[in-house]
């Protein structure tokens, strides 16, 4: 069942073709298309806009752009407050930067300025979805709060943000039962919210939010991960380390995510192991694949997944590439399995899906890490991927294929060599087929750069092979003939003939 269907209206009838995954959302009319509609000729906007930068900063524009949302937000930190024990009487509280803001009132180009800047200001970086405020109260108190400013009526279905919010509440609260907060790594959550406020005639929020306890360090986007050099860098390298080791003690039994919910026929809320909390896992508008108790499973369940959306359109671009690509994956699954130690069996481990090193909050004197943000669409994923090197340490061309370790990656294995770590260390260093495979689980999109994508495919088979020197064109050729039988790759040939 596609995700979404097309928002293409004519004459009183509508198109029932699924949403394109990765380019169908037109940020001029807010809606979102299928792969014939998505092209702003079919649907009648004067411009489409597809560079995601571009996307966000005009999301975030859209957020900021009606300031009542944010006097309505206030009030949830107050109430927050108050239930935790609070003298909340007389206490007042605004948005740092937005001190004697009237959202009624007209405004002089200072106050524009500043409301539409804010999130520039504060945020984890300029192509984020997130955006960063900080909650001053009148008693010296402060409160983070995290917006996600893509709006929950025109991105995704209510059920997938309201399940994406749930896992990264759920990962939280497993850190705290674990007491993994007392490390001053994770934040401590103080109230969440899924955009269901604009179900309520009272309320006019319509994006998810999560209000946190202001840890010590500096705010996300304030401090430049690159600005750090030689021995502050090591020491941030090593705690990292130091917390995989600690994360390690804590596996569980099967692949998929943890949500904060309610068991049937409880009315007490609690850390539950359940489906794959990312965009790429969803099979429907409320239903995701998993949990698994063998990455066997788990992939073949996936790649089935994906070519079925290639089929059906949802993802719309080089079909017959991606479809190719996924063949070949599937008959290298018995030899990935054979090279990982785990087997593909569990234990299986949490790694965090948005590991960006802009997420990361740094005492900036000690060069302590203080806080780590962003646990959205973490899930527990065999060891050989869990605790390989982080997104931030990979090769800048990794995308264009580059396989060979940065001076980060050999570092990062330096720091479980010396805690006598050295089966972590041999991880980090022959991670990168794993990357390749593993990180598709939770990335929303593929790639679309069709450049990219085959270089990043051959970089893969090299991994395999490295004898396997044959260009893209020349495997694809031969992949043709090998599978011109699949019915699949029969469908998706003929509608792009059809099409053309």
Known sequence: MPIQICNFHTDGLGCFQPVEIRFGFCSSCRKQYCVDHAVKTSHGCSEVVRHIG????????????????WNTLLGVPMRSRAQQGHNTKGLTCHIRGLEGFNPSAPQTPAQRSARDTIFDDNNIGLESPYGFVFIDFSDGYTITARI????TDDRLPKAMEEFADKVELGTLRFF????????????????????????????????SYMLFYTLPGVPPGSF?????????RERMFSQIAEFFVEL???PMERMGSIIWDSPPGSQNPSCLLTSFGSYA????????????????????????HQKYQLKTKENGVDRVDNYLILLWKEAKLPALLESMPSGGRGPFYLRRALDSALTIGVDKE????????DWRFSSFMPKEFAFSSLSFMWPADYAQGNNVMTNDECYFATCFENMGRQDLSNIVRNGRRYQRIFNDFFLHHWPTNPADMRSSFN????????NDTEGFDQWKEKMLVEHWGDKGLQTIIVQELLAH
Do not use: C
Not at 56 to 68: D, F, L, S, Y
């Open 54 to 69: 571009t996307l966000i900063r005009n999301e975030r524009r859209q957020t900021t752009a009606n300031m009542v949302y």
């Open 148 to 151: 996600l400013l893509f709006s």
């Open 176 to 207: 705290q039962d674990l007491q993994l907060l007392g490390k001053r790594v994770v934040p401590q959550v103080l109230a969440v919210g899924y955009g269901d406020e604009r179900d309520d005639p009272n309320s006019n929020i319509d994006f």
């Open 224 to 232: 430049l991960w690159s600005g750090t050099f030689g021995k502050q």
């Open 248 to 250: 390690e003690k804590h």
């Open 281 to 304: 896992t969803f099979n429907g508008p409320e239903t995701s694949l998993g949990p698994y108790e063998h990455a066997q499973v788990a992939l073949a369940d996936f790649f089935r």
């Open 366 to 373: 000690e060069v302590d890490i203080a806080f780590i943000l």
């Open 459 to 466: 970089a893969l088979r090299r991994d395999f092979d490295s």
